[in-house]
Nanobody, 118 residues
Framework: QVQLVESGGGLAEPGGRLRLSCTAS????????MGWYRQAPGSQRDMVAI???????NYAGSLKGRFTISRDNAKNTVYLQMNSLKPEDTAVYYC????????????WGQGTQVTVSS
């Protein structure tokens, strides 16, 4: 099992920046990849960015260049730096971790609200 705790959401103005954090605990050594997803009201949950155990990153095409995913292995924490925020970035952001050594298991954080508004 993996437990994920997110922080760092809040209110930002258009053009502003926020940094989200996600700290993992539990079966950390089994985690294959971690990532961020977001879900706006009335919409499906979409991938924002993923970082694998080896450090390979993948971004939703429309977000690459504005958002950056990174990790601090010593702190078991993954970050999402969000720059040049737009109102359409408003959503609940969820941290995700997957384990693939035995089958496939996905774990989710509780979500953190990001609101971009003037």
């Amino acid at each position: 099992q993996v437990q994920l705790v997110e922080s760092g959401g809040g209110l930002a103005e258009p053009g502003g920046r926020l940094r989200l954090s996600c700290t993992a605990s539990g079966s950390i050594s089994r985690i294959t990849a971690m990532g961020w997803y977001r879900q706006a009201p009335g919409s499906q949950r979409d991938m924002v960015a993923i970082i694998t155990r080896s450090g390979t990153t993948n971004y939703a095409g429309s977000l690459k260049g504005r958002f950056t995913i990174s990790r601090d292995n010593a702190k078991n924490t993954v970050y999402l730096q969000m720059n040049s925020l737009k109102p359409e970035d408003t959503a609940v952001y969820y941290c995700n971790a997957v384990i693939t050594d035995i089958g496939y298991s996905a774990f989710w954080g509780q979500g953190t609200q990001v609101t971009v508004s003037s």
